[in-house]
């Protein structure tokens, strides 16, 4: 038996705190009246959504004769989740959470709309313990294990965020109407450490892939905050975005690793992006490979402005109204020959503005997004052949046998989707009940439709014309 | 009546209005809000005892077994608002069907959301409110007399006719079934429900129906009620709602299988005039319904809260005739009536509730969700051809006797259902409850198929299901 007295107390806190939380779970005949013991805090939230896309370029992704042409398409659905907060002691918390969404694919065209199933996608909301040394009130360190939201930016409603979304080969955005990062749900797995010092604010965290393959690689992000008084933040961060991988034959393939970089799937044009894994840069008698990896560093900057800060408080602007929020990010710092040789092109850059709205809503948000990626916004070969090469414009087209041009001769419009934006609303009614909606041309993918065109993973909108609107109705408590 | 004097209702809607534009200037504590959690989990049994129509799936002595739980918190944000969700999951498996089809049965889990809404409740009290406002998934039951036959206004399709009922569905326990918008009023005597709510169990899936029902309740032994449901008044695409595509929604016009008009999927052609008849999903349901408590005549003696009870319940399943199809709306009409027998206490209710509905084709939405057929099903749909001397019936390689139920298409022997529900609550948390029925149980086929249609097409057909279940 180990003596109680030389284990420290920390040690031993953070030991009886883990029992505990799994201790919640009740067991056959244990009575659930026993919450009534613990200090448990229950967070919860329900709403129902809607939205149409409204305006759709691309309407021939898609498998043989079933493509994906979303224009106004319906989209619904129903959720709810649940948080219970334990306080553990006055040093430590747990929570765990799960959370259900009743939602359904886009309807596609007719024949695919007479289809639609619905769904129900379950997920946990948190599942994490957390330390807190120097007290929970206005917390200077912070540790967090298990599965917790962060994110570094709590200006942002939309676009951005690029440090902590997407893949950095290919160099994928990932945006869309209250995405998880905007909800307090868990977006990382892993651990994280804040520490403040003054105004200065470190975020450490490792975090282990869940979305994009190859799965569960871990990744280390740092982001450093730097609070100028009230009204200017100024941040940078770096990603090291898959640097601890779980299989690293799978995350750096190889031909040593049984990878043959001559497997391809060509469109109807070829092109050097149909390659899975290597893109022959010599000529077809001398092949000379770039191996793509799924490994990268990614890079941010970002900035907040208050103006409220440095005017004055005002009795008519809301608390957000007239802030200004802006990220830059750099989506993969090492070149690829032949395949990402430009990182000009992997520089997305945002600016957000808070429409003053006088009170009327809380938040009015004005997003704006410069990317000048010339690749294919889909992670579909990403996700599938777990490939880091991008795809080629000329696979995923519906190929239906009558129309004048067939659709596997029309090119992924790539190229026109550098400019988006997103207009994002708000309002809290009674403390409880909110009413927000966003009308946008974001990175938003629609998951498909039903039927043999599948599931997707590209955008839904490829051109400036292109947008849609959400509307939605939550309360929370 | 001075209760619905103007100076009432004026005074109420003014307070309705004000409530609305007071909203954003409400400042509630955010903090400190209690939030009851309720749970409730239960298993289930039971066996289909007969099932007449065994041609393509035999029922007959099939097992059921299902255990499920559900945990729910209700947040009391104030007074005035409420909100509710939850979450459940439920282990199922398909019937069993006949020994090639039971030997694969696996268990799934089904998770589902049981709820998700918040309600305002002007002046905050929940009883003597006259209005209330629930927005999300929330439970709606207009009849709450009935155990299992009837609430023909909120279940089942228009065209095709459908009815639903079963063994404690959800909206018989208090389960979420609408999603959308209720405005409830309750004025004196007189109570009001307004319900848009979108369409998410039935295909065309996501169409908004608009439906109101309006009770008079003089007395606490007596109920009136009658309502109207605009049933896919709002469609969210029109073209699937009322299917005219060719191209999308295929069209049997000369086949040589077509035995029937039953056998088409979009259109009727009249043989006398030629006059095309198509079709929409959309209809309206007009119902009406009434209960009186015949305790009220003898006295309360021993009998239970329950006893004594007589409900009934009647709609027309679609004001609108459609020509060679839907001619004839006394076979649109289902009638059930109800009467809680006396138990003294013993079990909380005994309820015997029987129907009659001389709809003629099966109660089978399979066309529907497979087909968008508006359509009833026909023999064509299930496999089934008469031969030439209109005296056997082929499935597959079975002949059966051309009668009622293997022609699907002239059905009387399922026109009256039956069912004996009864529950007994113990020690407030534990639940047994039971019955025995021929109703429109469903079983959603075997291991290798979905269906849509009923288990029981005679009046020889029944099955038991019993349950355990406990709730906090």
């Not at chain 1, 691309?58 to 948080?83: E, S």
């Not at chain 1, 990062?181 to 975090?207: I, K």
């Not at chain 2, 498996?93 to 409740?121: C, D, L, M, W």
């Not at chain 2, 390689?397 to 113990?426: C, F, Q, Y």
């Amino acid at each position: 038996m180990l003596n109680k007295s030389s284990i420290p107390f920390k040690f031993r806190a953070a030991m009886a705190a883990a029992l505990l939380a799994i201790s919640l779970a009740p067991a056959p005949g244990h009575a659930v009246g026993s919450f009534t013991n613990l200090d448990v805090t229950f967070k919860g939230a329900g709403w129902l959504k809607s939205g149409m896309v409204m305006h759709s370029t691309d309407t021939v992704t898609g498998n043989q004769n079933y493509y994906n042409n979303y224009n106004k398409n319906w989209m619904q659905d129903a959720g709810v989740l649940f948080t219970g907060i334990i306080n553990l002691n006055e040093e430590m918390e747990a929570a765990f959470g799960i959370g259900a969404i009743q939602k359904h694919p886009v309807q596609g065209v007719l024949k695919q709309a007479k289809d639609v199933k619905l769904g129900l996608n379950i997920f946990s909301t948190q599942s994490r313990i957390s330390w807190f040394p120097a007290g929970k009130v206005d917390p200077k360190h912070r540790f967090d294990f298990g599965l917790f939201p962060y994110k570094y930016d709590n200006n942002i409603k939309n676009l951005g965020l690029y440090l902590i979304r997407g893949p950095v080969y290919p160099g994928i955005l990932v945006s869309g109407f209250e995405a998880k990062e905007m909800l307090n749900t868990a977006n990382m797995m892993g651990a994280h450490m804040m520490n403040r010092f003054g105004p200065y604010t470190q975020d450490l965290v490792f975090t282990s892939e869940q979305d994009f393959k190859p799965l569960f690689d871990v990744s280390a992000i740092y982001v450093g905050t730097l609070k100028l008084g009230n009204a200017f933040e100024l941040g940078s961060g770096v990603n090291f975005y898959h640097y601890l991988p779980v299989r690293s034959d799978v995350t750096s393939p190889s031909e040593k690793a049984g990878f043959d970089p001559s497997r391809k799937l060509e469109g109807s044009v070829p092109h050097p992006f149909d390659s899975y894994y290597a893109v022959n840069v010599g000529d077809s008698a001398n092949p000379v490979y770039t191996w793509a990896e799924h490994k990268g560093i990614k890079l941010m900057g970002r900035f907040a402005l208050d103006p409220q800060a440095l005017l004055g408080p005002s009795e008519v602007l809301g608390k957000s109204d007239l802030k200004l929020y802006g990220e830059v990010g750099v989506i993969g710092v090492k070149n690829y020959k032949g395949i990402y040789d430009k990182i000009s092109e992997r520089i997305p850059m945002m600016l957000g503005f808070n429409i003053p709205s006088f009170k009327v809503l809380d938040v009015l948000a004005l997003e704006v997004e410069y990317y000048g990626s010339k690749i294919v916004p889909d992670y579909r070969k990403l996700n599938e052949e777990v490939s880091a090469v991008p795809q080629s414009p000329w696979v995923n087209r519906a190929a239906p046998d009558t129309g004048a041009i067939p659709y596997s001769q029309m090119e992924y419009p790539a190229g026109k989707d550098d400019i988006k934006w997103s207009l994002y609303a708000s309002k809290v009614f009674a403390g409880h009940v909110k009413i927000s909606g966003q009308a946008a041309n974001d990175h938003f993918r629609t998951g498909g439709t039903p039927g043999l065109a599948g599931k997707s993973y590209e955008e839904a909108l490829t051109d400036l014309k292109d947008w849609y609107w959400f509307l939605k109705l939550s309360y929370f408590f | 009546m001075t209760i619905m004097g103007n100076s009432h209702a004026t005074r109420s809607i003014r307070r309705c209005l004000a409530a609305l534009l007071l909203l954003p200037s409400l400042a509630l504590c955010a903090e400190e809000i209690p939030v009851a959690i309720h749970g409730m989990g239960w298993t289930q049994v039971g066996r289909i005892m007969h099932a007449s129509d065994t041609v393509e799936y035999n029922y007959n002595g099939n097992w059921f077994q299902s255990a499920s739980a559900l945990v729910e918190a209700v947040a009391s944000i104030s007074p005035e608002w409420e909100g509710r969700l939850g979450i459940g999951a439920k282990q199922v498996h398909k019937a069993q069907g006949t020994p090639s089809s039971a030997r694969s049965v696996v268990v799934t889990i089904e998770p589902s959301i049981t709820q998700a809404n918040f309600t305002y409740t002007l002046g905050g009290d929940k009883e003597a409110s006259p209005f209330r406002l629930t927005l999300g998934y929330f439970p709606f039951n207009y009849n709450p007399d009935v155990r299992n036959l009837g609430l023909y206004l909120l279940r089942g399709t228009v065209y095709p006719n459908t009815l639903f009922s079963g063994f404690e569905l959800e909206e018989t326990i208090g389960f979420a079934n609408q999603l959308g918008v209720g405005l409830h009023s309750t004025l004196g005597a007189f109570s009001h429900d307004l319900l848009l709510s979108s369409e998410t169990k039935i295909r065309p899936l996501f169409d908004y129906s608009l439906a109101y029902v309006g009770k008079y309740r003089p007395s606490p032994a007596f109920t009136l009620g009658a309502g109207v449901n605009f049933y896919r008044l709002i469609p969210i695409r029109g073209d699937l709602t009322t299917p005219r595509d060719r191209s999308v929604f295929p069209e049997r016009f000369d086949s040589s299988e077509i035995q029937s008009k039953y056998d088409r999927n979009q259109f009727y052609v009249d043989p006398a005039g030629g006059d095309t008849v198509r079709f929409s999903f959309k209809g309206i349901k007009v119902g009406a319904f009434a209960s009186f408590d015949l305790k009220a005549l003898t006295g309360q003696g021993a009998m239970g809260d329950e006893d004594l009870k007589i409900y009934s319940e009647a709609a027309l399943l679609g004001v609108k005739n459609y020509k060679g199809i839907y001619d004839d709306r006394s076979k649109r009409i289902p009638v059930m009536f109800g009467l809680n027998l006396p138990v003294f206490n013993l079990l909380d209710h005994l309820s015997l509730e029987v129907e009659w509905f001389g709809m003629r084709t099966r109660n089978d939405y399979l066309k529907l969700e497979t087909e968008y057929s508006p359509i009833p099903v026909g023999n064509l749909t299930l496999g089934r051809k008469i031969d030439s001397t209109g005296q056997i019936v082929f499935q597959n390689s079975k002949r059966v006797a051309n009668e009622d139920p293997n022609n699907v298409e002239n059905m009387t022997k399922d026109d009256w259902k039956w069912s004996l529900h009864g529950a007994k609550t113990i020690k407030q948390h534990i639940r047994i409850s039971g019955q025995i029925a021929n109703d429109h149980f469903r079983t959603g086929g075997t291991q290798f198929s979905n269906t849509y249609e009923t288990a029981f097409t005679t009046l020889k057909d029944w099955y038991l299901m019993a349950k355990l279940s406990y709730f906090f």
